[in-house]
């Protein structure tokens, strides 16, 4: 999806300004962003802003004959794969219903011949309004893809929905509707089950043994196959992300349970084992918090082992997951350690990487994919485009393109 481009409209709401957030979001997993800001929006969003983080020019008029000679409001409305109009407002929705060209957002709705999605946000009740309803009905109808707002607090003060959907759900959305058709369900039917963040192994009832494991790699991995229309079931410990939409979140705290919720979920056709399992946890959860006894009297705490969950799974006699997928987080001598991890747990492939940097709760990540063909070295890059290229490293499997005896009859 790396050479997509949205063209980006934004309307005159509170909300615009998550539209920042999202041209930012969507720039890290490769697609570009060009502007356009409705007079209105630009009470709410500086052009000034929008195209430092688009990195493009920024459209505003109508008849600006600078902008005409470079690139006429018919081209501009072509030249993006998707229109996006962001926040869409009670008032754009109504031009667009009627086919008013007033201003260059609602003439490039009208002259487009790509697809456009519209993200709503305004007060509940204008949302709610009966010709608001007719409005979006009519959208639909006419082939606009038009999502529906959160409920919850509005900046109004008032409660309901017509809050912007969340920027994760709106980026899920474009990069749906940017996929081309006959990609959209190579993962269809299958399960793959996903673990993810770190587990937590209780000292007492307020302390635990855990890691730094933030979950974003295994939660990007997670969303990434369910795009590809696999169903997943994302087996998470403790984690500050939300849940992903389309996906069966089982949360746990222990290595225990982490182990008992994957089990629980098989059959699978995949096991993506992303978690940060604690290798240790105290022999003994004491019920009552413990007490300090005293100077230099500190508990020593005894460790047993937890389960090796990808061990175990990799090695079921019945209802090994077809495809086992580990990762091997390393400071040193990377691929040597991946290749032993891929022996020593009877997986197919490693996922490896180099941790001694911010990788853990970092924003990016860079990898490399051991099979038992050898090492694959991918660029650093977002952990969401380290998702979408396993997740289609994985479809590539599944669907066979990977299987030499496929490629030889091919
Ligand atoms: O041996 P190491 O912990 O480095 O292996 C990492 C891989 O093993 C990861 O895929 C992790 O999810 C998995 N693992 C596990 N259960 C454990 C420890 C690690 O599934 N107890």
Aim: net charge neutral; with cysteine; hydrophobic share 45%.
């Amino acid at each position: 999806m790396s050479s997509k481009r949205i063209l980006l409209i934004i309307g005159g709401g509170i909300a615009a300004y998550k539209s920042l957030e999202l041209i930012r979001e969507l720039g890290r997993r490769g697609i570009a962003s060009r502007v356009i800001v409705t007079k209105a929006g630009t009470e709410f969003v500086t052009p000034l802003s929008v195209a430092a983080l688009s990195g493009d020019k920024v459209y505003t008029e109508l008849f600006n004959l600078t902008d005409e000679t470079e690139m006429g409001h018919i081209e501009l409305s072509r030249s993006a794969d998707l229109l996006v109009v962001c926040p869409a407002t009670a008032d754009l929705m109504a031009k667009a219903v009627h086919g008013h060209a007033n201003d260059l957002a609602s003439t490039t709705l009208l002259a487009t011949d790509k697809p456009v999605l519209m993200v709503p946000a305004m007060n509940v009740r204008m949302w709610g309004h009966a010709a608001t309803q007719r409005n979006v009905a009519q959208l639909r109808a006419d082939g606009v893809t038009v999502m529906e707002p959160d409920e919850g607090p509005m900046a109004c003060g008032e409660f309901g929905p017509g809050r912007l959907p969340e920027v994760s759900r709106i980026v899920a959305e474009i990069q749906a509707m940017l996929r081309p058709p006959a990609d959209k369900k190579r993962l269809a039917g299958v399960h793959a089950l996903v673990t993810a963040g770190p587990t937590r192994e209780p000292l007492d009832p307020v302390r635990y043994l855990s890691n730094h494991s933030s979950g974003k790699q295994g939660y990007s991995i997670a969303i990434a196959l369910a795009a590809e229309g696999a169903r997943v079931t994302l087996v998470s410990g403790p984690v500050s992300l939300p849940a992903p939409e389309g996906v069966d979140l089982v949360k746990v705290e222990t290595a225990r349970d982490m182990l008992k919720a994957c089990e629980d979920a098989l059959p699978a056709d995949v096991f993506v084992s992303v978690a940060a399992v604690a290798d240790w946890r105290p022999v003994k959860t004491a019920t009552q918090k413990l007490k300090l006894k005293g100077k230099g009297a500190a508990p020593a705490i005894e460790l047993a082992e937890n389960p090796d969950i990808l061990r175990t799974l990799s090695n079921k006699k019945k209802k090994r997951p077809g495809l086992v997928i580990g990762f091997a987080a390393e400071t040193e001598e990377v691929e040597r350690h991946a290749n032993e991890k891929l022996a020593r747990k009877g997986c197919d492939w490693i996922v490896a990487n180099d941790v001694s940097g911010d990788v853990m709760g970092g924003l990016e990540n860079e990898i490399a994919l051991i099979t038992r063909d050898g090492a694959e070295r991918w660029p650093r890059m977002p952990k969401e485009q380290v998702a979408a290229r396993l997740a289609a490293r994985i479809a590539d499997q599944i669907s066979g393109r990977d299987d030499p005896q496929k490629l030889a009859a091919e």
